[in-house]
C-alpha cells in the first residue's frame, strides 16, 4: 500500500465510496453527482492547482484529502483540515474489500503526523455513536470523547412560512463576529474551548468558501439594542439535497419564544431555496439551542461523538 494526495482520476471512486459506505448521512445530506461534478472541475484548475502545490510544498494547505492506493486501487482515504488548535479529520473510509489491513489506522496515522508539523496540538474527529467497529479504530489509536452531539433534521422545510422577522432579529453584520464567539466559548465546556475554540471567523463564514462551492449563504442574530446575544446561519449548496442551518448561538439572556423565533427566519429564507431537508448538529451542552430546534420543528436524527487526542 502507498499513500498520496487525492488526484483528479480519483473522483469517480471518491464519490463511490462516499454514497456506499457512509448510507446513514448519505440519506440524510443526499449528495447530488453534478454538484460534486462542478466542485471538483473549479479545484482542479489549472491555477487552483498551482496554488494549491505550493501551499503544500510549505506546509500551508488549508486541506488535505489522503488515498491509500494498493496496486493502483483506490481502497480509501481521508480528509484533513485545520483549526487554529486541532486538525480536523473526516470522511475516513475503506472500500469493504480492504479492510482489516491497516490501512485507516495508516491514513489516520498521516493525518495526525501533519497536524503535528502545522503546529496543532490537537487532531479532532467525529464518528456516529452507532458505528461500534470505527469508534474501537479510534480507542485503540488513542482518541478519547470530548462532546456528544447530534444531528438535527427538519423533513418539511416548506411548513416555514411567515412574513418579516421580528424587530429583535437582524441580519448578521461582520462586527457582530466578536462577541457572538465570545458567547459560544462562555457557553461551551471548557475542555471544547480548549481543543476547538469558537473564532469570530468561524461565525462570520467566508464569502471566498461560498463561492468556491456556488453556496448561498445568509444569517441572523438577535439585537435588542445593546449587541448580539444569538445566532444563526443558513446555507443552500448544490453539492446536496439537504440544506444546512449552523448550530445556534442562544445567549443566556435569550427568551425561549425569541429563539425559536430565530431559527425560524432561517427556515423561512430556506424554505425558498427549496431543499429536500434542512439539517444541522448541535451538542448535548447547548440545551437552549437544542430547544429552539426542536420548537421549530427539528427531530433528531442521528448521535455522534466528537473525539480528540495529542497531535504528539
Do not use: C
Request: charged share 25%.
Amino acid at each position: 500500500m502507498k499513500l498520496r494526495e487525492f488526484r483528479r482520476p480519483d473522483a469517480p471512486r471518491f464519490f463511490e465510496l462516499l454514497k456506499g459506505e457512509f448510507p446513514e448521512e448519505e440519506a440524510m445530506l443526499g449528495m447530488r453527482p453534478e454538484g460534486f461534478e462542478k466542485l471538483l472541475r473549479r479545484l482542479y484548475r489549472a491555477d487552483l492547482r498551482i496554488i494549491l502545490g505550493i501551499l503544500r510544498m510549505v506546509h500551508r494547505s488549508p486541506f488535505h484529502v489522503y488515498v491509500a492506493e494498493e496496486n493502483g486501487t483506490l481502497a480509501g482515504l481521508t480528509m484533513l483540515a485545520f483549526g487554529p488548535r486541532a486538525g480536523f479529520v473526516s470522511t475516513v473510509v475503506v472500500a469493504p474489500e480492504f479492510r482489516r489491513r491497516g490501512f485507516a489506522r495508516q491514513l489516520i496515522e498521516a493525518a495526525r503526523q501533519e497536524t503535528a508539523r502545522r503546529r496543532r496540538p490537537y487532531v479532532v474527529l467525529r464518528v456516529l455513536a452507532a458505528n461500534a467497529s470505527a469508534r474501537a479504530l479510534y480507542a485503540s489509536a488513542g482518541y478519547q470523547q470530548l462532546d456528544q452531539q447530534s444531528f438535527l433534521v427538519h423533513d418539511t422545510p416548506s411548513s416555514f412560512a411567515g412574513g418579516p422577522h421580528g424587530s429583535a432579529i437582524r441580519p448578521f453584520d461582520r462586527k457582530d463576529a466578536r462577541p457572538l464567539a465570545e458567547i459560544a466559548n462562555r457557553l461551551n465546556p471548557q475542555a471544547v474551548r480548549e481543543v476547538l475554540p469558537a473564532r469570530p471567523r468561524d461565525v462570520a463564514g467566508s464569502n471566498w468558501a461560498d463561492r468556491f462551492f456556488t453556496a448561498e449563504t445568509a444569517s441572523w442574530v438577535v439585537d435588542r439594542g445593546h449587541g448580539p446575544e444569538a445566532h444563526v446561519a443558513a446555507t443552500s449548496t448544490p453539492l446536496t439535497e439537504a440544506a444546512h442551518l449552523s448550530t445556534p448561538i442562544i445567549g443566556e439572556s435569550v427568551e425561549p419564544e425569541l429563539a425559536t423565533e430565530l431559527v425560524r427566519t432561517a427556515g423561512v429564507w430556506l424554505a425558498e431555496r427549496h431543499p429536500v431537508r434542512i439539517v444541522t448538529s448541535i451538542a448535548e451542552d447547548l440545551p437552549r439551542g437544542r430547544r429552539a430546534l426542536q420548537e421549530a420543528g427539528f427531530h433528531d436524527a442521528m448521535a455522534h461523538f466528537t473525539l480528540y487526542r495529542s497531535s504528539q
